[in-house]
């Protein structure tokens, strides 16, 4: 009973949430037609921002790997 | 002789007892169809209110147990699926925004300020062009005025009356004229608020880049807003603005005062420039959903 994903698993899911994020948080807007659900859109491009922080330091954790050759 | 009870009379209130009792009975009717009422009321709203709070508990839920059957079973799909439904989940339930409302409420809440500002100016008589002018003193720097003159074509200094303007004058007698508050006073100083920055402290030019992305991306009140300096007007096209309903019955007159977003780029213009400026013409084009603006700059001594 482990948990199925890596590390490198993470990372993907981590890059890919960012960028549907940013993209969302772009595109939402409670003032284009009639929404069902409200979000407030700069937390959304925060948390976006953030993921986008966490993926770099996997990037960082990889690139630090090869370095040292580990 | 007994006195039948449908001729008996209160000593107090004087009604036939008879009378009284179906008053009793109203006021308990209308009570309980008061509760009622207000049982219904609360059905309505739980049923139309946003349901984000639902649909975040609904896929966290959903997300930790896909999670936890991906950890029974160690498949990474579930593990991802459980991921992402648990992270939009929470998204849900503390991303939601705070104050959301809908844009029909603006224009409700403002017409009574244009309908008693016209009453006034009605019973006054006065015919002048409303004038907004630059606050000269601390205390009215969160403040906007308006200046509006009893005779329509009176030659008026209007730099030097916003130097000779005391703090919360109403009527003003040489030149005979009334100072209003402006209707985009607020909406200003929550733009300035925005940006960071006083709108006095800006040039033309800080306001043509800073204040079309506070209005658009910072209070979503139009789609798009273009600040154009020609000479010594500035012509300002908003797109599809909440509040151009407010234009289809406003008078002449309201119009010059605009609604609270052209009022708060009046008054944006009047601080940054520190001279008087009137609302020249508004042109709404209702099928392109856009309006121009042209403000007047009467320039008087530069700062």
């Not at chain 2, 439904?85 to 959301?100: A, I, P, S």
Request: include cysteine; charged fraction near 25%.
């Amino acid at each position: 009973m482990n948990f199925p994903l890596t590390f490198w698993d993470m990372s993907l899911w981590l890059v890919v949430t960012a960028i549907i994020l940013l993209a969302t948080s772009e595109l939402l807007s409670p003032y284009y037609g009639r929404t069902g659900i409200a979000l407030d859109k700069r937390k959304l491009r925060m948390i976006a921002l953030v993921m986008g922080i966490l993926f770099m330091g996997t990037v960082v954790v990889r690139i630090i790997g090869i370095i040292t050759g580990s | 002789m007994p006195v039948r009870p449908q001729d008996a009379y209160c000593e107090n209130c004087g009604f036939r007892l008879g009378e009284r009792t179906s008053l009793e009975n109203l006021v308990t009717n209308t009570k309980t169809l008061e509760e009622e009422n207000q049982d219904l009321r609360e059905k309505l709203r739980k049923a139309t209110r946003r349901p984000s709070r639902l649909a975040g508990l609904g896929l966290s839920a959903l997300g930790f147990t896909a999670l936890t059957i991906s950890i029974l079973f160690e498949s990474s799909i579930l593990a991802f699926i459980g991921l992402g439904l648990t992270f939009w989940g929470v998204l849900l339930l503390f991303v939601r925004t705070t104050h959301y409302v809908k844009s029909q409420l603006l224009d409700a809440t403002s017409r009574p300020y244009y309908v008693a500002v016209e009453r006034l100016l009605d019973h006054l008589e006065y015919e002048g062009h409303p004038v907004y002018l630059p606050p000269r003193q601390l205390k009215t720097l969160k403040v906007g005025t308006i200046f509006i003159a009893a005779e329509k074509n009176e030659e008026i200094d209007y730099y030097k009356l916003s130097e000779d303007l005391q703090a919360e004058q109403l009527f003003i007698q040489i030149p005979s004229g009334v100072c209003l508050f402006a209707p985009g006073v607020g909406l200003a100083n929550l733009l300035e608020e925005e940006i960071g920055k006083d709108f006095t402290k800006e040039s033309l030019d800080d306001l043509q880049r800073d204040l079309p992305s506070a209005i658009i991306e910072g209070f979503e009140l139009a789609e798009g807003v273009e600040i154009e300096v020609e000479g010594e007007a500035v012509v300002v096209k908003i797109m599809s603005s909440l509040y151009e309903a407010f234009y289809e019955d406003a008078g002449e007159r309201l119009k010059r005062i605009g609604c609270p977003l052209v009022s708060a780029i009046a008054l944006a213009l009047t601080r940054a420039t520190g001279q008087p400026i009137f609302v020249d013409e508004i042109k709404p084009e209702p099928e392109s959903r856009k309006m121009i603006v042209r403000y007047v700059v009467l320039r008087g001594v530069e700062r």
